[in-house]
């Protein structure tokens, strides 16, 4: 069982840059992946990017590729997502999300159906 809590999100203005971050606790391990992804209403969750904690690969989606850079303190358990440039478009609640095992090829993917520990949610809200 793994538990997941989610830093406060925020309000930014457009253009502005916001830093998240997912602490995981319980029956943690060296090697799990856990991921970022984000959801509107009346849209399906949105996978932006995974990490494998512990090696450090990364992989991005499309809509988080260039902007948004994911990195984890291995040590704490803890996943990061920055967020620069921000758009009005990515208000959205992002959820942390996590996983158990090491994946065969060393990389974690944001596909929402391999995932089965959540965080609660958060809210960014980007102004125009």
């Known amino acids: 069982q793994l538990y997941l809590v989610e830093s406060e999100g925020g309000s930014v203005q457009t253009g502005g840059s916001l830093t998240l971050s997912c602490a995981a606790s319980?029956?943690?391990?060296?090697?799990?992946?856990m991921a970022w992804f984000r959801q509107v209403p009346g849209k399906d969750r949105e996978g932006l990017a995974a990490i494998l904690i512990g090696e450090g690969n990364t992989w991005y989606n499309t809509p988080a590729k260039g902007r948004f850079a994911i990195s984890q303190d291995s040590a704490k358990n803890t996943m990061f997502l920055r967020m620069n440039s921000l758009k009005p478009e990515d208000t959205a609640t992002y959820y942390c999300?996590?996983?158990?095992?090491?994946?065969?090829?060393?990389?974690?993917?944001?596909?929402?159906?391999?995932?089965?520990?959540w965080g609660q949610g958060t809210q960014v809200t980007v102004a125009s």
């Open positions: 319980g029956d943690t391990d060296d090697s799990y992946c």
């Open positions: 999300a996590a996983h158990l095992g090491r994946p065969r090829g060393g990389y974690c993917y944001a596909w929402r159906q391999e995932y089965n520990y």
